[in-house]
T-cell receptor
Framework: NAGVTQTPKFQVLKTGQSMTLQCAQDMNHNSMYWYRQDPGMGLRLIYYSASEGTTDKGEVPNGYNVSRLNKREFSLRLESAAPSQTSVYFC?????????????FGNGTRLTVT | AQSVTQLDSQVPVFEEAPVELRCNYSSSVSVYLFWYVQYPNQGLQLLLKYLSGSTLVKGINGFEAEFNKSQTSFHLRKPSVHISDTAEYFCAVRTSNTGKLIFGQGTTLQVKP
């Protein structure tokens, strides 16, 4: 079982470039999430999708867009990358809200913006 | 809105000593509480969770946590740590009405020989 798969694992961008981080889960979960992790700040929620066709802003959505392509896939797009977006990005999935189910995380994408 | 505060950014401890990692939360609605562990260069792994019922929750690797509603705390404990427990630990809260999972800032547990 693959669980949550993120691609790419590493990426270096120049300021102003765009890219899309891909995430797919094979656990038939309804909810999916994007977090960023920065030293001393824990994980901060960027966007989440409670179910296919819906997305909501998290704590730090500025500079990002998301697409819930289908039940399996949830992508994160940086339209014009900035050095402040240098971070490790984690995708996660879980059962619907209210269930108390834990999130299952991917292994992360380490992004550097120069 | 809910929030989570981990009171210690780093906790150094000697091997076989007990440890407590502290976590406080705030929320106006009922919550689910979680502890995750992150080993170097890896993703997050669930240690344990509190949904309801008994306030003492046991998790993997000998860890346990106690939910205290009056103090809005969910501290993580282990009676005897090992070198292999060296990692970063995150407390997280999820409300039943939004489904968002909000994390604390993390606590680095450093187990010394």
């Amino acid at each position: 079982n693959a669980g949550v798969t993120q691609t790419p694992k590493f990426q270096v961008l120049k300021t102003g470039q765009s890219m899309t981080l891909q995430c797919a889960q094979d656990m038939n979960h309804n909810s999916m999430y994007w977090y960023r992790q920065d030293p001393g700040m824990g994980l901060r929620l960027i966007y989440y999708s409670a179910s296919e066709g819906t997305t909501d802003k998290g704590e730090v959505p500025n500079g990002y867009n998301v697409s819930r392509l289908n039940k399996r896939e949830f992508s994160l797009r940086l339209e014009s990358a900035a050095p402040s977006q240098t971070s490790v990005y984690f995708c996660a999935s879980s059962e619907p809200r209210g269930s108390g189910s834990p999130l299952h995380f991917g292994n992360g994408t380490r992004l550097t913006v120069t | 809105a809910q929030s989570v505060t981990q009171l210690d950014s780093q906790v150094p401890v000697f091997e076989e000593a007990p440890v407590e990692l502290r976590c406080n939360y705030s929320s106006s609605v009922s919550v689910y509480l979680f502890w995750y562990v992150q080993y170097p260069n890896q993703g997050l792994q669930l240690l344990l969770k509190y949904l309801s019922g008994s306030t003492l929750v046991k998790g993997i690797n000998g860890f346990e946590a106690e939910f205290n509603k009056s103090q809005t705390s969910f501290h993580l404990r282990k009676p005897s740590v090992h070198i292999s427990d060296t990692a970063e630990y995150f407390c997280a809260v999820r409300t039943s009405n939004t489904g968002k999972l909000i994390f604390g800032q993390g606590t680095t547990l450093q187990v010394k020989p």
